[in-house]
């Protein structure tokens, strides 16, 4: 079953939970589908096994059976990921889907609100990877305590083992997960500051019950973006300036990615930028081919590194 298909059928149940009975045209109006599509979906939640029967005639529709309403406080993490995180940032459903969830998450009972927008708002979705290492697609063992932890937002007292392989105990406080590529990170405040720690590197996770002291205004994308800004500038410290004429623009984006700053335009058309590399050898080699839009104005080591590329490619291919 397609990822959309099977976050449909979440907010159709919950649309029944939260409701008498629904009729096919109340599930079409509130998910933005068809009439069709949502006969369909009840059709599949009664063969999937859920108490679910249809009225026919005047005043019918689809009502549980006896009710079966569940008390969705007693959700685990697990199934709390399964239902809310297509309604965040992170999830791979349509915009309708996602609209007709967060719908459905404003009408639960208060008490268990607030842990649905916890998890819909607990992940955040980074494609890019930092290099080119190969790392393990199967999620890394402590992710579910971990996402547990932020959702119901309790202290963690966390075994961790660094690049160097050092072991060492802390209590945080988790406040979003990441996936970074194929990589996992756990956003965390703690007696330091903000800190990111690699979950396949966690050797422990025991939750203290003690309740999360979380940052005023703390958004979790946003930190994210710091927190990737930084490790960029760190792995990439060289940079250099230059001259790019406005076509070439374009082809540095997509070259240099997040390593390119656009500054402004000069009297003779062409726009100022900042690209950082690994250090100037590397980065020269990386330009090389970009002599037809850019132009390096500094630094002069760099311009020298250039001209030998061209010296030798001329000596090579006259």
């Known amino acids: 079953m397609d990822v959309v298909r099977t976050d449909r059928l979440v907010a159709v149940l919950l649309l029944l939970q939260r409701r008498e009975h629904v009729t096919a045209a109340e599930v079409a109006r509130e998910l933005e589908v068809s009439e069709r599509t949502a006969r369909r979906d009840l059709d599949a939640l009664a063969m999937a096994g859920v108490p679910l ?13 006896g009710g079966a309403r569940t008390d969705l406080s007693g959700l685990t993490a697990s199934e709390a990921r399964a239902l809310f995180l297509v309604a965040g940032p992170a999830s791979a459903a349509t915009p309708a889907v996602k609209a007709a969830l967060r719908k459905l998450v404003h009408a639960l009972p208060e008490p268990f609100r607030a842990q649905a927008e916890a998890a819909a708002s607990s992940l955040v979705m980074d494609p890019r990877r930092w290099g080119a290492r190969r790392v393990e697609h199967r999620p890394p063992r402590f992710l579910d305590e971990l996402q547990d932890a932020v959702i119901r937002g309790v202290q963690v007292r966390l075994g961790y083992v660094d690049r ?18 194929p990589s ?35 958004d979790l994308a946003e930190s994210w973006r710091e927190i990737a800004d930084e490790v960029d500038r760190k792995r990439t410290p060289f940079e250099i300036q230059a001259l790019c004429a406005p076509q070439g623009i374009g082809p540095l984006r997509i070259g240099f990615g997040g390593r390119l700053d656009v500054g402004g335009s000069t009297t003779d058309g062409r726009v100022e930028v900042v690209i950082r590399g690994h250090d100037e050898y590397t980065l ?35």
Do not use: C
């Open 184 to 218: 996992w990170y756990l956003v965390s405040h703690t007696e330091a500051g903000r800190r990111t720690f690699r979950i396949d590197r966690v050797s422990s996770a025991e939750p203290t019950g003690d309740p999360v002291r979380r940052p005023e205004d703390f």
């Open 164 to 181: 160097e392989g050092a072991e060492s105990e802390r209590t945080v406080h988790p406040l979003g997960i990441v996936a970074k590529g």
């Open 53 to 65: 029967y249809s009225m026919q005639g005047r005043g019918g529709g689809w009502r549980l059976v």
């Open 284 to 318: 020269a080699g990386e330009l090389s081919g970009l002599i037809e839009w850019l132009e390096v104005t500094g630094p002069a080591s760099v311009r020298d590194h250039l001209a030998s590329i061209g010296n030798a490619l001329v000596e090579r291919y006259g």
